[in-house]
């Protein structure tokens, strides 16, 4: 018997070949232990394998091709990588500028949803020949996918989309171009919608809802031109591109009530005068209202709405704050609340961002070119001085704390100057006045007159009386009418005229004379037309005009109409004498008192009656003698 041993297949294989018979088993079996330990392979167990195998050769079957006795360990090749593609088309070129949502419209991704499955490749598992060698195994060949736009790579290899919208796979690289083109400022959202034949529309539509929820887009979304855009893309076959999905809602920014100003609350300096010149005394500094009146037009407020973007964040809307004047006292709205009333007659006044209406007009230094004249309805209160040039207007009562010179001074209340009034100014007020003193100046009053110091080369009207007994209390010079009697402490000069008329109104007076001058101008008037009419048609105007030709009676009824004109107007003069007379004579009882001297040359008036004094007298009153119609005097 003669074996043979071979080590096939790199050593994985040990072969025994029967060359010559007869076949021994007990023998086989040892010759062919020997053989492998000289071969270097290892035998495991008792033999009784290799025994088993080596039956093969029983009955002197040659087995050409020999008999296996020993094997190693082969090589396990590595499994290749596996993608599974969840969209139609695999292979998806493009070329330059071609437009992907035309060529490849139902290769439709969502947001969320798997587009590809990629299975990796397994490594190789090596061998061992039955001599101990190594045999290498190579790994399974991997398929390259790269994770483009709108794709994400998950750890068990599933690429997912993050968007909605077409899916292109070429030469391994995987994207999903977006269908949803969001505005910057997320207040809209517009839709590429691409068909897809494997579900119907409803389910489609819900697809894309959730997909666009994903993507952040949440609000405002149009359900109905989503349904219109999938039924026209599934019955097209092709996509619907520029659908506006979602619209944001914008904020309502809010705004404060605001109000617009009907009256100019600045300063207008200078009045232009005839011929372009600027009056700079005139500076519109007081505006004056009746109660009532209208102050500003109310623009009503807005209330603020946050608006909303389509990712469902909320837009806070800006509050725009007024800026401009708001009502503050005296102030009321209307009763349709569209306007600001004064609510009493009065200035308007600004301080700080309000505007009242107050009863008095405060000017913290004087009178000049940085105020302007003062024209007000309420009460005036000046702590510095009128300067020169300068007026001050008023409906109620004025207080000036320091002088007024050369300027004028007309209230409808009454006046006090707790300093002087010089140099030809002029003071008006319709009640009482209380001043320091006057110089070469002129003040009229429905009231009293009190002078603290002095009255010098004055002109006083005053229809109550003229108080100036305290300090000096002295009148020198000038003209004092005070129609219910002087009390001073001194009246006259050596060196200046003084007339001190009391018991009359010289105004009046000088009112009856111009009365009776314009009667006298009328009756003139009056003679000439009844001269030019003739006797007989004063006589009977009615038979007189109907005996006259057509062309002739208009002149004379013209004259007519005069005479009957000139005779009202004459009545109504009388009547207004006789009033003065009746004001004239009721006032003889006043008197003039001086604690002290009154002065050679001062000139006294009592109602109708006039005396000039050629002595000096002391502590005297001057009267009115009803019986002697003279201005008598007696010792105080």
Known sequence: ????????????????????????????????????????????????????ALSAFEGGSAQPDGVVVARGEPPQPGIPAQVVAFFPIKDTPLEPGEDPFERYPTNVAYAGEPVLQKTPPSPGIPGKSLTGVPLPAPDGADIPVIAGEGVVEEEDGTFRATTYGVVLFHRGRLQVVSAVDL??????????????????????????????????????????????????????????????????????????????????????????????RIDFREVE????????????????????????????????????????LKPGQNVVPSEDGTKILADADGMVIVQGNLFHV????????????????????????????????????????????????????????????????????????????????????????????????????????????????????????????????????SVGSEAAATHIAVGVDLRVVRDIEAIDAQREKIATAMAQLQSNLGPALLKNPRAALEAMPVALRRPKLEMLQKIKDLYQKDADLKAQREMLVIETQALRKATVSVQGEVFAGTQITVSTACLKLTETLRRVQFYYDTDKNTVAWKKL
């Open 1 to 52: 018997m003669e074996l043979r041993v071979e080590l096939r297949q790199g050593g994985l294989e040990a072969v025994v070949l029967l060359d010559q018979g007869p076949y021994d088993p007990d023998a086989a079996v040892q010759t062919v232990t020997e053989r492998l330990r000289e071969m270097g392979v290892p035998l495991d167990g008792d033999g009784r394998g290799l025994r088993v």
């Open 183 to 276: 505005a910057e400022d997320k207040m809209e959202a517009r839709l590429c919608v691409l068909p897809d034949a494997r579900v119907d529309v409803p389910t489609q539509v819900g697809k894309i809802k959730s997909a666009l929820d994903r993507l952040g887009i949440r609000a405002g979304l149009d359900d109905e031109a989503l349904e219109a855009a999938a039924r026209a893309a599934q019955a097209g076959g092709r996509a619907v591109t520029d659908v506006v999905v979602a619209r944001g809602t914008p904020p309502v920014h809010g705004r404060e009530t605001d109000y617009k100003i009907l009256f100019d609350p600045g300063k207008k300096v200078g009045k232009e005068l005839e011929g372009g």
């Open 285 to 324: 500094a007081v505006k004056n209202v009746t109660r009532g009146e209208a102050l500003a037009e109310v623009v009503p407020g807005v209330d603020p709405v946050p608006g909303q973007r389509v990712d469902g964040s909320a837009i806070r809307p800006r509050m725009e704050r007024a800026q401009g």
């Open 358 to 489: 107050a009863d008095q007009y405060l000017v913290s230094g004087d009178v000049d070119y940085r105020t302007g004249n003062i024209r007000a309805t309420g009460d005036v209160e000046i702590r510095g001085e009128v300067k020169p040039g300068f007026e001050v207007h008023t409906e109620k009562d004025v207080l000036i704390h320091k002088d007024v010179e050369e300027a004028v001074v007309e209230a409808g209340g009454g006046v006090t100057i707790r300093g002087g009034v010089t140099a030809s100014s002029r003071v008006v007020a319709g009640g009482n006045v209380s001043v320091r003193h006057v110089l070469n100046s002129r003040v009229e009053a429905e009231g009293d007159l009190e002078v603290k110091i002095s009255l010098t080369n004055a002109e006083v009207y005053v229809h109550g009386r003229v108080l100036a007994v305290q300090g000096q209390g002295t009148i020198r010079g000038g003209l004092v009418n005070a129609t219910r009697g002087v009390e001073a402490r």
